[in-house]
T-cell receptor, first 113, second 114 residues
Framework: QKEVEQNSGPLSVPEGAIASLNCTYS??????FFWYRQYSGKSPELIMS????GDQEDGRFTAQLNKASQYVSLLIRDSQPSDSATYLC?????????????FGKGTKLSVKP | EAQVTQNPRYLITVTGKKLTVTCSQN?????MSWYRQDPGLGLRQIYY???????DKGDVPEGYKVSRKEKRNFPLILESPSPNQTSLYFC?????????????FGPGTRLTVT
């Protein structure tokens, strides 16, 4: 059974701080890793994708991947109240003839003004 | 406007009454997928489709059917709904499957089966 684990939170950080979200996965054959943000009552939206070991940065967001440890993380710098949402980690065999994507249960982030 | 649409957005039905939730995308995407989201269980993939006439099971396919006769449409069919299929359903699509693709999600369909 392929699994993706996240702390459910809530994770509370003050405005301007760094929020660190973590995710572990069980399937060593996983190839692609994504972070989605979901506001309450809304659909998920992709904020970061990462495919190789190391860091991937996009604005205030940095995704980090360590395949040996089966670990992926998301750092949000200068956190804003608008970042308050549930963050979903998704892992999959994506590519070729495979398209199975498995989501973690999400970490709820609260950024306090 | 590029988008994924789902209909209906809300549906209350009774056990055993066949229903279809439609999903349509206007971005010429090859890949489409259905998910259900339940409290405490997260987002789980039901079925996905790599292209027209190509579909495969996700993690929770029991009780569901799909078809992909046209590239833009990917309906989800519940032949005999049961109360345990009460959930929030999302359809998603992406240009293809591989690196640097983004999955666009529809607005969701909240289904209640009594």
């Amino acid at each position: 059974q392929k699994e993706v684990e996240q702390n459910s939170g809530p994770l509370s950080v003050p405005e301007g701080a760094i929020a660190s979200l973590n995710c572990t996965y069980s399937d060593r054959g996983s190839q692609s890793f994504f972070w989605y943000r979901q506001y309450s009552g809304k659909s998920p939206e992709l904020i970061m994708s990462i495919y190789s070991n190391g860091d991937q940065e996009d604005g205030r967001f940095t995704a980090q991947l360590n395949k040996a440890s089966q670990y992926v993380s998301l750092l949000i710098r200068d956190s804003q109240p608008s970042d308050s949402a549930t963050y979903l980690c998704a892992v999959g065999h994506v590519g070729g003839s495979q398209g199975n994507l498995i989501f973690g249960k999400g970490t709820k982030l609260s950024v306090k003004p | 406007e590029a988008q994924v649409t789902q209909n209906p957005r809300y549906l209350i039905t009774v056990t055993g009454k066949k229903l279809t939730v439609t999903c349509s995308q206007n971005m010429n995407h090859e890949y489409m997928s259905w998910y259900r989201q339940d409290p405490g269980l997260g987002l789980r993939q039901i079925y996905y489709s790599m292209n027209v006439e190509v579909t495969d099971k996700g993690d929770v396919p029991e009780g569901y059917k799909v078809s992909r006769k046209e590239k833009r449409n990917f309906p989800l069919i519940l032949e005999s709904p049961s109360p345990n299929q009460t959930s929030l359903y999302f359809c998603a699509s992406s240009l293809s499957v591989g690196e640097d693709y983004e999955q666009y999600f529809g607005p969701g369909t909240r289904l209640t089966v009594t």
